[in-house]
């Protein structure tokens, strides 16, 4: 089964700053890699797909890199709408899913 | 618009069954362009699929739970159910039904429930 790594746990980032979260495959996924992002008490959202494709409604800010292993998720000015859990997935296996174990965005 | 809602019992006892209904509202679950999911999420942990269905019948499932875990579809009723066995309390969760994007090479969940909590306790 492939492993999916988040890191960090935590991140503390300031309003308007940007952040980068980090996404890792324990063996490639191509770009078979779906970002959410959840907030307390509601459903996760679809940001982006395919890696790098936003899904429709989601603003620029969000943006998705990477293949094989490695991918992260760039949030360039932060809003205060943005402080969530986010996150990634793979698809590459499929029928097999699986989920990283999240990163928590918060207030710095 | 779509809307996906999921339905049922938030107690079940331990060693019984967990029975949802997805009802989806917006479009036909009938689509040959989606599968239709279920994760569950335990409080205070991350997401966990269980498994998907195709308006067919066919049914994927993740290994930890094939044993366990029945999906089902109403067509007629644009319904989808997950019937998980045996449960314990480590099955104690916010379940969510999504709809799962099915072409160009996409699988992921693009319209998601607002979830419902099921607890297992005696």
């Known amino acids: 089964d492939i492993e999916m790594t988040q890191s960090p746990a935590t991140l503390s980032v300031s309003l308007g700053e940007s952040t980068t979260l980090s996404c890792r495959a324990s063996q490639s996924v191509g770009r078979k890699l779906a970002w959410y992002q959840q907030k307390p008490g509601q459903a996760p959202r679809l940001l982006i797909s395919g890696a790098s494709t936003r899904a429709t409604g989601i603003p620029a800010r969000f943006s998705g890199g990477g293949s094989g292993t490695e991918f992260i998720l760039t949030i360039s000015s932060l809003q205060s709408e943005d402080y969530a859990v986010y996150y990634c997935?793979?698809?590459?296996?499929?029928?097999?899913?699986?989920f990283g174990g999240g990163t928590k965005v918060e207030i710095k | 618009q779509l809307h996906l809602r999921e339905s049922g019992p938030g107690l079940v006892k331990p060693s019984e069954t967990l029975s949802l209904t997805c009802t989806v509202s917006g479009d036909s679950l009938s689509s040959f362009r989606y599968y239709w999911g279920w994760i569950r999420q335990p409080p205070g942990k991350g997401l966990e699929w269980i498994g998907s269905?195709?308006?067919?019948?066919?049914?994927y499932y993740s290994p930890p739970l094939v044993s366990r875990a029945t999906i089902s579809v109403d067509t007629s009723k644009d319904q989808f159910s997950l019937r998980l066995n045996s449960v314990t309390a480590a099955d104690t969760a916010v379940y969510y039904c999504?709809?799962?994007?099915?072409?160009?090479?996409?699988?992921?969940?693009?319209?998601w429930g607002q979830g419902t909590l099921v607890t297992v306790s005696s």
């Open positions: 999504a709809r799962q994007a099915r072409g160009d090479g996409d699988l992921a969940f693009d319209y």
């Open positions: 997935q793979q698809y590459h296996t499929w029928p097999l899913l699986t």
């Open positions: 269905i195709y308006y067919s019948g066919i049914t």
